[in-house]
DNA sequence: CAGCGCAATCGAAGCGCTTCGACACACGTA
DNA sequence: TACGTGTGTCGAAGCGCTTCGATTGCGCTG
């Protein structure tokens, strides 16, 4: 079943089917309607390889998923799928590539023109695939931002902001010695771009209102979770507000804090930087900063569509936090 | 850069480099060196699309990954990462296939020539997709057992001898009224395979064996565990022995358990289905009937290269389950 | 020493599509 | 009436690879 068979079916000739496909040469609205049919009638599907070999384009597109330590898989889902629904909108398809793979996957996908272009997952401050995108001529996005953006298209949530924004809120319901239970330790070692920008927002917050703040990296066990918690407010007593990055721990953290004879928010209040409906579904629901992975995979895609459209994106996409009050943070409760 | 370039380069002709590069006819070392340092030296890749519309193999294959509701995401993950892995020692790439794009999406990659074959993860029983895939000239292989296997290529672990298993290690240490923590209701609604063919099991074995036995379908939020477990052992006060096969259920479990004033293995034992890294973290470790994810995933590559290669190979490939005792399993407590 | 078979290589014909220039025709304008 | 000006369609040339004979030259055998 090739073009030419719905040509000769339609009774036309095959470059005015593939117009009639692509669009790109006016078609007269009969013609148009006698073509589309044939396609229907036949069943005709064209043939994908032959398409990219002709018009140099594959309509696919490389995701880069990172499935590593000290990730939370359901998160990185989150944002897989809606790369994959947003690139399936747009007429494309999504080829997985794992870190694993490293850069040669992306030589490889590139060089051989698998693929139109390339999305990148969990970037790191001083990414060791950055110079290959650089040098590829395929284009690129990264989800997530590194130290050198220069030529590079990224997009995130703005983690800086949603750091500043949570001590915020704790600071105006007047707190004055705040913690932040961070990703694990791992994460921080290879310098993922959103934990480290999410704790220098933190940090520069505190300092600039006088809050006194701690760092605690954070294991997702739940026994290490227990254990954080713990030696935190035995070490720290006068503690009374916690931002919480870090998805895997929020519910024991919740139990540990409990365990640990205090309320919250009545003794304790808590924020947290993740996805809504993990934040809703707390108890008690999470006053946060959602996290959206959906809105980030699909300006991904569109960021990405826009390069290979020719257009010059802007380098660097940040998207504003939203912190949403719900009911785990409250006044700081008087002294005792 | 195109062949071309490259048997200029060698001093052969373009069909000399292909036959190199494929190795379907024999080449005179001295040529394939020659041939080969080009390569190397230009940087050749070949392109993909001409490859494809060349030879009618893409050397990609589709994978449909599960992301509805109930699923357990990072075990699903394992599944795909190791059909990824799997499938580039055998040279090929992955394209990335959302349940949600259903029949059509089959149909669209098989019928573009985009892939070669299909691997389908979370089988159902009566599942929508096998008469598409049957209509398919393409080959695929099913993660998962239907109900009619009649033509098809499937591989799983042996859920039912899983189910089984669990309960005869728990007969063989006296325990006489058991219960099973099972998958959330909706992936029972579904009729999904895997969580069927385990509740046959838990049922076949402790009928035979005279073992009383309650099913008991789990919700994975923290909450619904823990008044799971309650419910159960309220109702039940008798049962000393869990299955558990749901894995976000296990750290709620064991703690609601604990909750509840029952010690494990001393007052409760427990086995569970879950993947060995999540079964020798949890505390106790917990005996249990690992799931293979790396070894069904690379089996259902292999698999699916077999029919691409016209061996036919088996219709249904069931893994042995292997139980392991670890610390979660003892002999049924003396009656007070 | 003619003749054969085999190994190694080449040339050319596609694979199924897109795209570019050419062309035919209808229409409005001078 | 002749002439641009579009509009809609066609034909043919590739895109870069694989693959199928065909061809060459070699070492053997009888």
Known sequence: MRISDVARHAGVSPSTVSYVLSGKRSISPATRERVLESIEVLGYQPHAGARALASNRSNVIALVVPLRPGIHVPVAMQFAVSVVTSARDREHDVLLLTQAEGEGGLRRVAGTSMVDGIIVMDVEVDDARIPTLRSLS??????????????????????????????????????????????????????????????????????????????????????????????????????????????????????????????????????????????????????????????????????????LDDLGPPEVTLLPPRLVPRASAAARPALP
Do not use: W
């Open 138 to 307: 395929h284009p690129s996005v990264l989800i997530g931002v590194p130290a050198e953006t220069e030529g590079l298209t990224c997009i995130d949530l703005d983690f800086d902001a949603a750091g500043r924004a949570c001590v915020a809120h704790l600071a105006d319901l007047g707190h004055r010695e705040i913690a932040l239970i961070g990703q694990p330790p791992s994460v921080y070692e290879r310098r993922t771009g959103f934990a480290e920008r999410t704790v220098a927002g933190f940090e520069a917050e505190a300092g600039e209102r006088g809050v006194e703040a701690t760092v605690v990296p954070c294991d997702a066990a739940p026994a290490a979770v227990t254990a954080a918690a713990t030696d935190l407010l035995r070490e720290r007593p006068g503690v009374t507000g916690l931002v919480v990055h870090n998805e895997p721990a929020v519910t024991p953290l919740l139990e540990a804090v409990r365990g640990l004879g205090r309320e919250v928010p009545a003794d304790l209040s808590v924020v947290a930087i993740a996805p809504d409906d993990l934040a809703t579904e707390a108890s008690p629901p999470l006053t946060s900063v959602s996290l959206p992975a959906e809105e980030v995979g699909g300006r991904a895609v569109s960021l990405l569509m826009d390069k």
